[in-house]
C-alpha cells in the first residue's frame, strides 16, 4: 500500500510538471504566522490562499498536497511528513500530520488541485521552526549585572569558538525586561522593544533568532543590551527582577552541535544610556539619557577587550525565586514603520532669554526621536522634550518655559555631549507619543534635518483598503487606521502611548477590534496573543482586571470582563479558528460566575463600593460620565450582561457544548425580561432617558421583545435624524452602537449625514480641527480638556462603517473565516462611488459601486473557494461563487428592514 502511495505522489508530481491549473498557490502560514521562527505549538496548523487570474466563476480547491522537510534541499523527498494527496477543500488551519521537535528547523511548500481536478504548481517553500517546548531544553541560568541600578541600561557578552562553518544556528532569549541581541556586532533582526509585552509576573515571551548567517568559524561573539522596561512598574516591580535567559542551539556543517547559555560567566558593564526622567507609571513613563563621553560602538564585536568588565550574577526572575511561564512570541515584533521629517523650526525665547528650538513634526505619532548635535564642548547637556500640543495651555500637567507647556506628560530625554560635531542622540528602550519635539541647550541654531522620528508599532501589516468620493471620510479612515498603529506600540493596544501605556479592555477592544483591528490589519496572531493575555490577568474569584496584560484595577466596568468572549467570538468570525473559543470558554464562564454573585431580582449591581469598578458610558460629548449606582450606569451594564451571556453561549454551541447552556440561557431570559420590564417607559417608547445609547443598547443585547423591536428602531432612528444630530456616545458605548446602527440599512443616511459634518463633536471635527491621530475626548480644545491626549484609542474603530455598510462586507458565524459572506452595500446620497478590498483567510474580497447614468453598477470578486450571500437592495438576494461579478440595477433609495 505505502508503495502505491509513493507511486502516485511520485505520478502526481510529475504530471504537475506538465498539466497545471491557471490557479498558484501563495501566503503560506503556519499558526496565521508567515515563516514564524520558535513557535511553541507542537502541532501547528498551516494554510494557503489559492489566486485564480481568470477570476473563473466556481472555482475551487478540490485536493492538497502537503510536503514538509528539515532543509529546503530535501523537500523533494520530504524527510519530516508527505501529506499525499488528500481530497479536501480546507486550505486555512490544516493541522501538521506529525509533531514537532523541540528547536528544529522545517521548511514546506503545498500544491492543491483545482475545480476540474487540474494541479497547481508548486507553490514557492516556506519556513517555520519549533521554539523550545521543555523548560528541560533552556540549559542556561537567568542573569542580571551584580549591582546596578534599575535606570541603567547593561551591555552583556559573551565569547564563542566553533572549528567549522555554521549550517544553523538559533537564539532563544527570554527577557523580563527589553533586550537587543547582537552577533559579532551586527543586530540580529530590526525588532525594537523585544519581546512584545505580556504579564511579566506570571509569563514571559522568548524571542528566536536565526543567527546562522551571523555566525562564523573561529572566535564570535554574542552580545546583549538590556533595560529594565516593565519590570520597573508599579504593577509589576513588587513582584519581578531585572533578568534575562539566553540559549544558542547551533550545528555545523560537518555535522557537530554547539551551543551557548546564559550563566555568570557572561561579562557585563553598564551602557553608555540610561532611562531617564519618571518611575515608569501613570504620567511618568519618561524618556532615556544617552552619555556621549561614554560612547563607544564596539562593545559587541570580537576584538573588544572586556576584561574589565564584571562576571554576570545568577538571579531569579521572580522574587518568590521561582519563574514566570516561558512562551513564544508569536505575534508580530515591535518594529519601525516609517520616518517623519521635521516640518518647522520655531525659536521660542524663554523667560532667562534661554532659546528652545520647537520641531514641529507635521503630525502626531508614537517613537523615536533621532536627533544630531553640532558645536558642543565636553559635558554639555541637550534636554529633548515632547509635546502634543504648540500653544499656551495652563493646567496641562507637564513642564513649562515660562507660559509655555513643552513637556506634556514627563516625556523627556537627554543628551550629554563628548565634544565632537554630528554626535547623535537616539531611542533605543523607551519611546513616546506626540508631534512637538523640543531642544533646549543648543550652542548654535539647529536646522531641519537635524531632528527625525522614527514610527513604531506591532500591528500586523494593513490589509484592508477603502477609498471613496468624500475626501474627508478617507482622511477619516486614515487617521482611524495610524491610530490604532499608534495605540498599538508593543503587542497590545493601548488607550494612550504616553500617559499610561495601559492595555484597557474598553478602549483597546470591541469597536477598536471589530471596526478597525480585524477589517484593517492582520491582526490573527495579535488578537490569539491578547486572548491568552486576558486569561492571565483572570483574578481566582473570576473577575478580571481592568487592564491586561498589565496589572492595574481602578477604573473598570462589567464590559471589562466581557473582552476575552468578545474577541474570542469576533476573531472565529473572520479567521475561523476554533482554537480561540476554547481559549475563551473557560475564563469567560469563571466571569459570568463571578457576575451571578451580584445578580439581585433578576438585575446585575454594582460589585463595588468604588463606583470607579462599575462605569458605564464613558467621556461622551460634554464630557459626560456614568458610574456606580448612576441609573443610567445600571442600565447600560445589565445590557452588557446580557450581551456577554449571549456570546458565551454561541461559543459553547460552536464548540458542541449546548447541554452546558441551559443555566445561561435561564439567566439572559431572566435578565433580559427584568431590565425591560424595570427601565422600559411605554408612553416615552424608549428606555431610561431615551438618548441614543439607552436606545442602541437593548436593541443590541435583546433586551427589547420582538414585538416592540420596530418602535425603538423608529424611536433611535427619530432622535439621529435632527439636524443638529451627533453620534452621542463615548469611548465604553461604541460597540453596541455602532453594532445597531450598521445592522440596519435604515441608518445609514442619516450616519453618512453625521460623519460628512466638521462641527463639533464628531469625525469630521476632529480633522478639521488638524488632528492626524484620534483624541481621547471630543472636547479637544476645551480649557477643561487641556490635559488630554492627542493620541488615544477612545473613538478608533469607525473605519467598520466603510466595511461593513457602505461595501456591506461581513462574516458569517454558520461558515465562520470568511468561507461565507454576506455583501450588502448602502448606496448613500452624498456619495458617487466606493470601493473596499478585505483580505480574508481564502484571499481578497472587493466591494465596490459608483454612479452612472442613473444607475448604481457593482463590483464584487469572491475569492476562491468562499461564498457571497448578496443583497443589492432590488428585492432579490443572490448566492455568488467565487470569481469576479457586475451587476446594474437603477439608483434609489434602498428599503428599510
Known sequence: MKTFLLFLTVLLVTLSTTITAAVTVSELRCEHLTNPLGIDTPVPRLSWKIVDPDKTQGQHQTAYHILVATTPEKLAHADVWNSGVVKSEQSHLVPCGFKLQSGQDYYWKVQVWDKDGKPSAWSKTARFSAGLFERSDWKGEWIQHPNTTPDKQIWFRKKLTLDADVASAFIFAASMGYHELYVNGQKADERVLAPVLSRIDKRVLYVTYDVAPLLKKGENVVALWYDAGWTRHSGFVKNVNQAFLLQLNGTTKDGKTFSLQSDTSWKCAESYSRYYGGNFRYNEFGGEEIDGRNYRSDWNTVTFNDDSWKNAAKISPLKNETEPILSAQMMEPSRIIKTVSATEIVPIKTDNGDTIWRFDMGEQFTGYVDATFNGLAAGDVIDIKISNNSKDAAGVQGEKAGSLVICEFNQKQRYIARGENGEQFRNRFNYFGGR??????????????????????????????????????????????????????????????????????????????????????????????????????????????????????????PLCGAAITTIAWEHYLVYGDKNVLEAAYEPGKRWLEFLNNYVVDGQLTPYSKNPGHFLGDWLLPGG???????????????????????????????????????????????????????????????????????????????????????????????????????????????????????????????????????????????????????????????????????????????????????????????NAGYRQFSIRPSVVKHLTHINATLETPYGLIESGWHLENNNVIFKIIVPVGTEAIVDLGDGEVKHLTSGFYQFERPQKEQKKK
Not at 479 to 499: L, S
Not at 755 to 760: I, P, V
Open 436 to 557: 512637538y519635539i523640543h531642544l533646549i541647550g543648543l550652542k548654535q541654531p539647529p536646522k531641519l534635518t537635524d531632528v527625525t522620528g522614527y514610527v513604531i508599532t506591532s500591528a500586523g501589516k494593513r490589509t484592508g483598503s477603502f477609498e471613496c468620493s468624500e475626501p474627508l471620510w478617507n482622511k477619516i479612515y486614515e487617521i482611524d487606521r495610524f491610530t490604532f498603529e499608534m495605540c498599538t506600540p508593543e503587542g497590545v493596544t493601548v488607550d494612550c502611548p504616553h500617559r499610561e501605556r495601559l492595555g484597557y479592555a474598553v478602549e483597546g477592544t470591541f469597536q477598536t477590534m471589530w471596526g478597525l483591528g480585524l477589517p484593517c490589519f492582520d491582526s490573527a496572531a495579535f488578537y490569539v496573543k491578547n486572548i491568552r493575555d486576558w486569561k492571565d490577568v483572570q483574578f481566582p474569584n473570576g473577575k478580571f482586571c481592568v487592564v491586561a496584560p498589565q496589572i492595574c484595577d481602578d477604573y473598570g466596568s
Open 624 to 814: 459626560r460620565l456614568e458610574m456606580g449606582d448612576n441609573v443610567l450606569a445600571i442600565f447600560y451594564n445589565n445590557c452588557i450582561y446580557a450581551m456577554t451571556l449571549e456570546q458565551w453561549i454561541k461559543i459553547a454551541e460552536e464548540l458542541g457544548r449546548d447541554q452546558e447552556t441551559s443555566v445561561y440561557r435561564e439567566r439572559l431570559a431572566v435578565i433580559r425580561k427584568k431590565t425591560h420590564e424595570k427601565y422600559y417607559n411605554a408612553q416615552t417608547g424608549s428606555y431610561v432617558n431615551g438618548d441614543q445609547l439607552r436606545t442602541a443598547a437593548p436593541l443590541y443585547a435583546g433586551v427589547v421583545p420582538e414585538n416592540l423591536r420596530a418602535v425603538m428602531l423608529n424611536h433611535l432612528e427619530k432622535i439621529m435624524s435632527k439636524e443638529d444630530s451627533y453620534f452621542d456616545v463615548g469611548s465604553f458605548g461604541r460597540y453596541p452602537y455602532f453594532k445597531t446602527l450598521f445592522a440596519y440599512p435604515q441608518f445609514q443616511e442619516t450616519v453618512a449625514k453625521i460623519l460628512a459634518k466638521t462641527t463639533y463633536p464628531g469625525y469630521g471635527y476632529f480633522v478639521n480641527q488638524g488632528e492626524t491621530v484620534l483624541p481621547e475626548a471630543w472636547e479637544i480644545n476645551l480649557a477643561s480638556r487641556v490635559n488630554r491626549t492627542h493620541i488615544h484609542t477612545s473613538y478608533t474603530g469607525i473605519s467598520g462603517w466603510f466595511f461593513k455598510c457602505l461595501a456591506g462586507i461581513e462574516p458569517l458565524a454558520d
